[in-house]
């Protein structure tokens, strides 16, 4: 059972200041907003293009592909204006900031996804009922050039911050590049063999890729909503190394969670046997915790233990990712 936990004067609850410092540091560049600008442009500039083509054609691999590119560009434009926003300082009533919209991003764009391999889904077989005549040719030619500004945008975002919202808009682009190259084929094919099948079976195949990937992003941006234990992280093993520093009689209530991407907190109350011994171990515990465990934002209150020797009691155990 777990113990309230006590009410503390103002003086007694001490944080790390150096961890906390360090972690807001880097929480007020959260990013890669001007690399998901540039491939907003680039993406809503080939998609319009796209979709002429495809429509032109006759090619639902070329419209699944425009459409999804669309969806890009407004997944893209979620994701640079919460970069953007997340820039904005902390505030009294926003205290970590507003990182967190780059989490509500991913999730959103997650769901577009959803959206987007449902339509193909239902157009796709459609086609297969009633086949329509398609220009492979014109499917060729604008394939390539789709998956060149792909391959392009791509490697503009892979040279971003590494959040999970780019992330989120990477996953979006290698979609478009997956359907770049399944346009291509279904466009050789069609040009030399003339099986019109072609077409909505690879719209298929590159639905249900994107199916999975969005699936596995919805999860992590819950998680993170949800305020699970990175699944990084092991929480048994912090809270032994914690209570095995010299001084600590018990952790308890250790809660750890991610504010951000790469960005991990953690709370806790440490029962310790002299309070004169604390300004050692809370530089111990921050040095420990950054270098082996990877957590930059700690808060930790000090409390007298009445016995006990390193004993670790009262962890909530929030679900693993």
């Not at 934002?297 to 990712?321: C, F, K």
């Amino acid at each position: 059972m777990i113990r309230p936990i006590p009410v503390a004067k103002t003086n007694d609850t001490l944080s790390l200041d150096r961890g906390t410092d360090h972690v807001h540091h880097h929480l007020g560049h959260a990013g890669g907003y001007s690399h998901l600008t540039g491939a907003l442009l680039f993406t809503l500039s080939f998609a319009l293009v796209e979709a002429m083509a495809g429509y032109w054609s006759g090619s639902l691999a070329l419209l699944s592909d425009a459409g999804h590119m669309l969806t890009d560009s407004t997944a893209l434009g979620l994701a640079a204006l919460a970069a953007w926003l997340a820039t904005r300082p902390p505030s009294p009533r926003h205290t970590y900031g507003l990182v967190r919209l780059e989490i509500l991003a991913a999730l959103f764009n997650a769901l577009l996804m959803f959206g987007l391999v449902a339509f193909i889904a239902i157009e796709a077989v459609d086609r297969f009922a009633q086949p329509r005549q398609v220009q492979g040719g014109t499917v060729t030619v604008v394939a390539i050039i789709g998956l060149l500004v792909n391959l392009g945008v791509a490697w503009q975002l892979s040279h971003g911050e590494k959040t999970l919202n780019t992330r989120a808009a990477l996953l979006h682009v290698m979609g478009d590049m997956l359907g770049s190259i399944a346009a291509l084929a279904a466009g050789l094919v069609i040009t030399f063999t003339g099986w019109m099948p072609i077409d909505p079976l690879l719209s298929l195949l590159v639905s249900g890729l994107i199916l999975v990937s969005a699936w596995r992003l919805l999860g992590e941006a819950l998680n993170v909503l949800l305020e699970a234990v990175p699944g990084h992280v092991d929480i048994e093993a912090v809270a032994q190394d914690l209570a095995a520093l010299d001084g600590v009689a018990e952790v308890r209530d250790l809660h750890i969670w991610t504010l951000s991407s790469g960005k991990v907190a953690l709370s806790a109350h440490m029962d310790i046997h002299d309070l004169a011994d604390w300004p050692r171990i809370m530089t111990e515990s921050r040095q420990l915790l950054s270098s082996r465990h990877n957590i930059g934002h700690v808060t930790l209150q000090p409390e007298l233990a009445d016995n006990g020797s390193g004993r670790v009691v009262h962890i909530l155990h929030p679900a693993q990712p």
